[in-house]
């Protein structure tokens, strides 16, 4: 990983100081679930799909080929549905995160546009909301909003111990499309890893239902992503020397 950041660090360099950028909005669409590492979790809980969104904006730094470093700030929707059947209860959560992927892209076929891309993605769990459903009677749930401070109310979801600052790893698929005036527009199919726990096994509770939440997972996600860009070209300092040079001699 230190390698790959560092990597991403020189190319980013590398690119800030040279030709042309890309820049504009991305949205994308994920479904994913939580995994629990420990068989003993694995045999208590049952987990299962949860779709969510991500909407933002991306940049790319085209820099030398066929490599390009790709980054992007965005607001997340995450979440998770638990079954224990033990309990007889399900808990469906909806996280929100401030995102930011920082992905090293290689064109592994340049004539048609595709690509791939390896790299970090860093999350921040802003808060959320989720609902508690009895099993036995499906219309009966109850909600709740998570709170990661005081507990001012026993029907919050009190996270005591919470990873809000989350690490996880992208890897992706996708095609570039070529459009009038140096636009492209792009598809990309990402899988995500999280290497993170939410949190630890015993650090949420609601009060009033006397339900504990096991936060001892990690995040998967597998996501269909669209990005618009625009192109930015940017002089150098030999360019920019050039022309001033040029103007004094005209001079």
């Known amino acids: 990983m ?3 950041c560092f990597l991403i660090l020189l190319l980013f360099s590398w690119g800030n100081s040279h030709g042309q950028l890309l820049v504009g909005p991305k949205m994308g669409v994920h479904v994913g679930q939580v995994q629990f590492e420990k068989k003993s979790f694995q045999n208590q809980f049952d987990p299962n ?7 933002g904006a991306a940049v790319t730094f085209p820099v030398l080929e066929p490599f390009s470093l790709h980054s992007e700030l965005l ?17 469906v959560g909806q996280y929100y995160y401030i995102e930011m992927p920082i992905m090293m892209r290689i064109k592994v076929w340049p004539k048609k546009g595709i ?16 609902k508690i459903y009895d099993l036995e009677i499906p219309s ?16 919050d979801l009190q996270v005591t111990d919470p990873n809000r600052l989350q690490l996880g790893l992208l890897l992706g698929l996708g095609k570039q499309f070529d459009l009038h005036d140096e636009r492209k527009f792009t598809i990309e199919v990402r899988y995500e890893m999280g290497h993170s726990f939410l949190g630890t096994e015993n650090g949420a509770k609601i009060e009033n239902l006397e339900f504990s939440d096991n936060l001892e997972s990690k995040q998967r996600l597998i996501s269909f992503n669209l990005g ?24």
Not at 49 to 55: A, D, P
Request: no cysteine; aromatic share 16%; charged share 20%.
């Open 2 to 4: 230190r390698t790959l």
């Open 49 to 55: 799909l949860k779709i969510g969104f991500n909407l």
């Open 75 to 91: 607001f997340t929707w995450k979440g998770k549905s638990i079954t224990v059947p033990d309990e007889s209860i399900k808990n």
């Open 115 to 130: 690509f791939v891309g390896i790299g970090p993605s860093l999350s921040y769990w802003m808060g959320g909301t989720g």
């Open 140 to 155: 009966n749930f109850t909600p709740y909003n998570i709170n990661f401070g005081p507990n001012d109310s026993p029907n």
């Open 228 to 251: 618009y860009f625009w192109t930015f070209h940017k002089k150098s300092a030999r360019n920019k020397s050039s022309t001033y040079k040029a103007k004094k001699r005209d001079d």
